[in-house]
C-alpha cells in the first residue's frame, strides 16, 4: 500500500454492455503508427524522486522512467529480470540475494548504470528515509556489496522472500548517482533514469515524456511519447476534456455518473471503457480497545448482518466484487473464510444467536466513521447502507458520521473511532503485502488487533519461503484465524477502468493485479 494513498472508491455506475474487457474489443488491435498519446489522470504525482514518492501517481511515473532489477510482466504477478540478467536467492534461508545487471545498461543521460548506482540508489533512500517514501519496503537490508560493476548482493536482516516483489516495484527505482545528492531529495522537478520513457518536463499541469533511445531491456514502445494532464480531482474537466478529444484517455478520475452516461454512449463508438482485474480492496476495520467492538461476538454479529451483494450493486453499481478474505481474488492463497463462516447473505438469526449467547438484550449503539475525501463519496453512502442493514436487524442502533480525512488519520491513531474504513492499494502482488503490514504493534489499521500465532509463527514461515506457493497454507490458517477473531470485515475488491478514444489501444497491459501502468503498450491509430 502506498504509504499516504489509501484506496479511492471504484468507479461507480456502468452498465454491463459498455464494459470491454482485455480480452475483448482492444486485444489484438492494430498498434497504431507511433503516434504521442495524451492521458487524464485525476491523481497527481507528488515526487519524481523514488526516495520520497509512495503514492499512486508517483509510482505510475517511476514504473516508465526508472527500471528496476526486477519487473512484473504484464498480465503476471512473479517478477522477472529487467535491469538485471539474472537475480536469485543464495542459501536456503531467504537472506542474501544476488543479481547480475544486463550488459550495456544506460541512463537517459548517457551514464552507464552499473551495480554502484544500484547499491547506491538503494542505501540513499534508506537514508533520506522520507516520511512520504518507500523506505519502510527496504527495512530488511542490512547491507549491500557490490564484487564488480555487474554484481549487487543483498544481505538481509531477516529471511524475507517477497524482497523480490519488493524491488520488482517503484521502490527498487534505481537512479544516477551523480545526479542525486545522497542524503536529502532532489527537487529540481526532473528525473533521470534508464526505463523506456525519459521525462521532458514537469509542472503542476501536465508532464511529458518522449520514449528513451538509451533504455536496454524487453520492452518495445508503441508511441512516440505520452503526455499526462493532471486534473486534480476535478472530475468534469476530466470528462469534458475526454470527450472533446483534448486527452486520448482517462486513467480513474471521473464520476460515476460520467462513466454510465460515456458508457451508454459506446454503440456510437465515442468511448470505450476497458476493464481489468483489480487487487485494491476496503475493509471494516474494530477498533480492539473500543468497549463496544472489542467484545468478538459483537464482531461476529455484524459479519453475520453486512450484505455485500447489496452493497456492490446499489452503492457501487457493480464496479466492484464482495470480497470474503484479506487476501482478494487474483492473489496467491486467497480463499473465501468469511463466506465460510458468515455465509453470503444476511443470517440475522445466527447474529442473534451469538449476541443472546453473550448476553445482549438490548440494542447495541454503534458508530461507523467515514471519510470521503480519501474514498470518494460513495464511501458515506456505503456506511449509511451497512447502518441500515444492521438496524434492519433490531440487533443494532448505528449511526454515521463522516470526517475529512486529515482529522479522520488523526482520529485514528488516537484511538477515537470503534468502527471505521481502511483502503489498501497494494505495493506488491502477493498475499504477504495483504496481510504482515496489518498485524503487530505498529500495524497500518491502527486497530490494536495483534496475534501471536500470525506475527510469531505465520508471518515468519511464508517470509523465508522463496518458493511462494509452499506458502499457501500457512496464508490459508492466517485468513481462517482471521475470520474467526474479525478485526476487520473484508467488503469488497475493485475492478480497475480505462476510459478511452476508440483509436487508443493497449490499455488492458495496465489495468492487472501487478498495478503497473505501462506507457510503453499504449498506441494511438
Not at 31 to 51: E, F, N, Q, Y
Not at 357 to 370: C, E, G, H, P, R
Amino acid at each position: 500500500m502506498r504509504r499516504n494513498q489509501w484506496l479511492v472508491a471504484p468507479l461507480g455506475a456502468v452498465t454491463a454492455a459498455a464494459l470491454l474487457s482485455g480480452c475483448g474489443a482492444q486485444d489484438g488491435a492494430a498498434a497504431g503508427d507511433g503516434k504521442g498519446v495524451v492521458m487524464g489522470i485525476s491523481a497527481d504525482v507528488r515526487s519524481t524522486d523514488p526516495a520520497a514518492g509512495y503514492d499512486p501517481g508517483s509510482w505510475l511515473l517511476f514504473n516508465n522512467v526508472f527500471q528496476s532489477l526486477l519487473a512484473f510482466p504484464k498480465g503476471g504477478t512473479t517478477p522477472e529480470p529487467d535491469a538485471a540478467q539474472s537475480c536469485a536467492f543464495e542459501g536456503s534461508d531467504s537472506k542474501v540475494y544476488k543479481c547480475t545487471l544486463r550488459a550495456g545498461l544506460k541512463f537517459s543521460n548517457g551514464h552507464s548504470l552499473t551495480a554502484q548506482d544500484v547499491k547506491y540508489s538503494f542505501e540513499r533512500t534508506l537514508k533520506i528515509n522520507d516520511p512520504n517514501g518507500p523506505a519502510v519496503m527496504l527495512a530488511s537490508v542490512a547491507r549491500i556489496d557490490t564484487p564488480d560493476d555487474k554484481s549487487v548482493v543483498f544481505h538481509l536482516k531477516a529471511p524475507d522472500a517477497t524482497f523480490p516483489s519488493k524491488i520488482a516495484s517503484g521502490a527498487g527505482s534505481i537512479v544516477d548517482h551523480s545526479e542525486y545528492p545522497a542524503d536529502k531529495l532532489r527537487t529540481d522537478g526532473k528525473a533521470t533514469g534508464s526505463g523506456v520513457y525519459k521525462l521532458d518536463s514537469f509542472t503542476s499541469k501536465s508532464a511529458s515524456f518522449s520514449v528513451n533511445s538509451s533504455y536496454t531491456g524487453k520492452a518495445k514502445a508503441k508511441n512516440t511519447g505520452v503526455t499526462m494532464k493532471f486534473f486534480h480531482e476535478d472530475e468534469g474537466a476530466l470528462k469534458s476534456a475526454l470527450e472533446a478529444g483534448d486527452v486520448d484517455f482517462a486513467f480513474r478520475g471521473l464520476a460515476a455518473k460520467d462513466i454510465a452516461a460515456m458508457g451508454a454512449k459506446t454503440g456510437d463508438q465515442k468511448v470505450l471503457i476497458v476493464q481489468g482485474a483489480g487487487a485494491e480492496v476496503e475493509h471494516l476495520v474494530f477498533n480492539m480497545n473500543d468497549p463496544v467492538v472489542k467484545d468478538k461476538a459483537v464482531r461476529k454479529a455484524i459479519a453475520y448482518l453486512v450484505d455485500r451483494e447489496a452493497l456492490v450493486k446499489d452503492v457501487y453499481d457493480g464496479t466492484a466484487t464482495p470480497l470474503y478474505s484479506i487476501v482478494p481474488a487474483g492473489i496467491s492463497a486467497h480463499n473465501t473464510a468469511f463466506f465460510d463462516r458468515y455465509g453470503g447473505s444476511p443470517q440475522p438469526e445466527k447474529a442473534k444467536a451469538v449476541l443472546k449467547a453473550a448476553n445482549y438484550t438490548d440494542k447495541i449503539k454503534l458508530t461507523l466513521w467515514s471519510t470521503p475525501s480519501r474514498y470518494g463519496p460513495a464511501t458515506d453512502q456505503q456506511f449509511h447502507a451497512i447502518a441500515k442493514q444492521l438496524n434492519a436487524s433490531g440487533l443494532f442502533d448505528a449511526d454515521v458520521k463522516s470526517v475529512e480525512f486529515g482529522q479522520y488519520e488523526k482520529d485514528i491513531q488516537a484511538g477515537k473511532y470503534g468502527v471505521y474504513v481502511k483502503g489498501w492499494v497494494p505495493d506488491y502482488p502477493d498475499p504477504d503485502n495483504f496481510t504482515q503490514p496489518f498485524f503487530g504493534p505498529d500495524n497500518v489499521l491502527a486497530n490494536h488487533y495483534t496475534n501471536n500465532e500470525i506475527t510469531g509463527t505465520i508471518i515468519p514461515s511464508t517470509s523465508a519461503k522463496a518458493d511462494r506457493t509452499a506458502t499457501t497454507a500457512d496464508f490459508t490458517r492466517l485468513q481462517d484465524i482471521v475470520a474467526e477473531e474479525v478485526p476487520v470485515l473484508p467488503l469488497w475488491q475493485g475492478k480497475q477502468y480505462a476510459v478511452a478514444r476508440p483509436n487508443v489501444a493497449g490499455l488492458q497491459w495496465s489495468l492487472d493485479a501487478s498495478t503497473v501502468f505501462r506507457f510503453w503498450e499504449i498506441s494511438k491509430s
